[in-house]
């Protein structure tokens, strides 16, 4: 079985400052790892996904993120946020083998301020 | 093509009442996953559907049921209605059960009073 934790529920900061969103996850076999965005009142969008090769990993709207085997973490950045990447964010596994059935953490709110 | 849709968008139904959710998967999508996302937390994996099979479940009771059929179009169906159940039901398409690219649909939002 998997377990995801996002460390934090809510996120603010100021517009045009550097995020990241911190998640670690547990397995006892291999995974591959996610980031989705649900805006308001809107379904799950995938930002990027790591699957194996390099551990870092881009994504859209500027985003990237870090594969960490040792600390078990995928934590997702942005060097530069806007207004329009409030939203919910979710990290998410599955296991690199077999059917595919993602096991989501609790979420972390970004909300960007002016 | 076309993208994930759901219907209906939002419903409220009574405790103890059934409710059928429908899903229409991406063109040439043949494996749909459900998953309930309660009020602020992530979601959760219901059940995966491949081929008109069902293919893995999470841990939800037997109330929880689905249906996928020759078109790859998905029901969910929920008898015995709870207030718990209150909750986003979002829908997911792919093509093959190992396939790492999900689309999601909006989601259907459910409401038990």
């Known amino acids: 079985a998997q377990s995801v934790t996002q460390l934090d529920s809510q996120v603010p900061v100021f517009e045009e400052a550097p995020v990241e969103l911190r998640c670690n996850y547990s397995?006892?076999?291999?995974?591959?790892l996610f980031w989705y965005v649900q805006y308001p009142n809107q379904g799950l969008q995938l930002l990027l996904k790591?699957?194996?090769?390099?551990?870092l990993v881009k994504g859209i709207n500027g985003f990237e993120a870090e594969f960490n085997k040792s600390q078990t973490s995928f934590h997702l950045r942005k060097p530069s946020v806007h207004i329009s990447d409030t939203a919910e964010y979710f990290c998410a596994v599955t296991p690199g083998a077999g059917r595919r059935a993602l096991t989501f953490g609790s979420g972390t709110r970004l909300q960007v301020q002016p | 093509e076309t993208g994930v849709t759901q219907s209906p968008t939002h419903l409220i139904k009574t405790r103890g009442q059934q409710v059928t959710l429908r899903c229409s998967s991406q063109?040439?999508?043949?494996?749909v996953s459900w998953y309930q996302q309660a009020l602020g937390q992530g979601p959760q994996f219901i059940f995966q559907y491949y081929r008109e099979e069902e293919n893995g479940r999470g841990n939800f009771p037997p109330r929880f049921s689905g249906l996928q059929f020759p078109n790859y179009s998905s029901e969910l169906n929920v008898n015995a209605l709870e207030l718990d159940d209150s909750a986003l039901y979002l829908c997911?398409?792919?093509?093959?059960?190992?396939?790492?690219?999900?689309?999601f649909g909006q989601g259907t939002r459910l409401t038990v009073v």
């Open positions: 997911a398409s792919s093509f093959g059960q190992e396939s790492t690219e999900a689309f």
């Open positions: 063109s040439g999508h043949n494996t």
């Open positions: 397995s006892s076999v291999s995974v591959y």
């Open positions: 790591y699957l194996s090769g390099s551990t």
